[in-house]
């Protein structure tokens, strides 16, 4: 998500938290002053502080409910993630921009409620009354989103929610504490925050100074193998080998955005007016009636031309087809396999083809159209470079770590009953720095339905 689409996240709920409050501000002026003051003669007087903080508060009530709920369709069906830290391990596990905005604002959305309280009453200065109300308050928000179906109850939420509150709780009492008890207690209240800070800026450190990156496949939780039958048709090799591990052509903004316009000048169009819409791990180029999707990791890029509707698709020959993509700047090794998926719509396969220090893998898909124009391309064919060589496990120690259940498997699914395996073979995956890692891939099937397990072989 980009910045600009949090600020009007923010702005779009803030202006509803402001709207509402001065709605119910003004019902409670003339109930305060026309019934209470002047009907029934009451003499109680609100302070000003206490109106302040209890209308910041209702804003404050009214944006995270609007970003929680308002911003979010109802597409979950009643999920539950009890898996301490999962969310944490899948931000670790992809280490990509969304995954960690969705840790960090989860967090942040938590401090003003911790800052406010406080300020509110004299009684929220105790830890145990607005570290209480924010349990209570964001267990209502995971319990309703379980039963609406607008997100599923995490405990991970839970936990984040938590330690936001803590944090705010902790920078308010720091600054309203300093000058009776001192920069030493103060500290101590700025812990939750001082650690958060420590154990973060440790991670990213170790994450940018190691030399690969991270794989998605790996597990965020282990799966209970305890009850289920394992059999195996395959002859373990216990022996360690070395096998190549590769880099994709990974792209910076500056670079993605040069790829684009000579992407467009190779169909004679005209970036000077290029749309740019940049992502943290992608980004769109647009031409009037022309889209390019771009990832920065490896290079891969859908196109799909829009200048005419009035051309259908059309059968054709891959020799003709070859020229086409050739002007797209878009070299096929002779060795990829070629196939037509329906009218007018074919794909090239290339299946980890070898050339000198290079590797080949991927699939080209393509829709050619009866005014001989290619108005979709789907380029996942990637030409890797060899780094050198690496160490990997023995096929039986990664068939070992199946038999720990550490492994990726749906949390939708129940626990394992069955498990066969059919086959082995080594494979890669792109890792989140671009690396072509090895791993190993067992055919399998579980519980009667076929599944590929992924093992990553460093």
């Known amino acids: 998500m980009r910045l600009q689409e949090i600020i009007e996240i923010i702005k779009g709920n803030f202006t509803l938290a402001f709207t509402t409050v001065i709605v119910l501000g003004i019902v409670f002026f003339l109930g305060y002053v026309i019934i209470y003051r002047k009907l029934l003669g009451g003499k109680k007087r609100l302070s000003r502080k206490q109106l302040l903080f209890t209308s910041l508060f209702i804003g404050y009530f009214i944006m995270v409910m609007g970003v929680t709920f308002l911003n979010r369709g109802s597409t979950y069906s009643g999920g539950v993630n009890l898996a301490f830290f999962s969310s944490y391990q899948e931000a670790w596990n992809s280490f990509s921009v969304r995954e960690w905005q969705n840790l960090y ?9 911790g800052i406010l309280l406080p300020l509110w009453h004299v009684r929220f200065r105790k830890v145990r009354w607005t570290i209480g109300m924010a349990a209570i308050f964001t ?45 030493k207690h103060s500290l101590l209240y700025l812990s939750p925050l001082l650690l958060v800070v420590l154990l973060s800026g440790s991670m990213f450190a170790y994450y940018y100074t190691k030399e690969f990156g991270n794989l998605i496949i790996v597990p965020n939780y282990k799966t209970n193998m305890a009850s289920a039958t394992i059999t195996n048709d395959v002859q373990l090799d216990d022996q360690r080998k070395n096998v190549p591990i590769y880099k994709a052509p990974s792209y910076t903004k500056a670079s993605g955005e040069e790829f684009a316009e000579d992407f467009f000048k190779r169909q004679q169009l005209d970036s000077e007016d290029m749309e740019v819409i940049s992502y943290p791990d992608d980004a769109v180029y647009r031409i009037e009636g022309y889209d390019l999707w771009f990832e920065y990791l490896d290079g891969s890029y859908r196109y799909a031309d829009f200048s005419s509707f009035d051309a259908t698709p059309k059968n054709t020959d891959e020799k003709t087809l070859k020229a086409s993509v050739t002007a797209f700047g878009i070299d096929i090794p002779e060795d990829a396999d070629f196939q037509k998926v329906e009218t007018g719509i074919y794909e090239w396969t290339a299946d980890k083809i070898a050339n000198g220090n290079q590797l080949i893998d991927g699939v080209l898909n393509v829709q050619y159209y009866h005014d001989d124009t290619l108005k979709s391309i789907d380029n996942q064919l990637i030409t890797y470079d060899k780094v050198r060589d690496v160490q990997i496990k023995s096929e039986q120690e990664a068939y070992d770590e199946i038999l720990a259940g550490k492994f990726k498997y749906s949390l939708a699914n129940k626990q394992p009953e069955t498990l066969h395996i059919d086959q082995v073979e080594i494979s890669y995956y792109l890792d989140s720095k671009g690396y072509y890692q090895p791993i190993y891939a067992f055919q399998s099937t579980i519980d009667g339905g076929e599944m590929t397990i992924y093992i990553p072989g460093i």
């Open 105 to 113: 604002l989860n967090i942040l959305m938590f401090v003003p409620f």
């Open 139 to 183: 267990l209502f928000i995971e319990t309703f989103q379980l039963l609406t179906g607008f997100g599923i109850f995490e405990l991970d939420d839970l936990f984040n929610n938590l330690l936001g509150a803590s944090i705010g709780y902790g920078i308010i009492m720091a600054i309203l504490t300093i000058k009776d008890r001192g920069i």
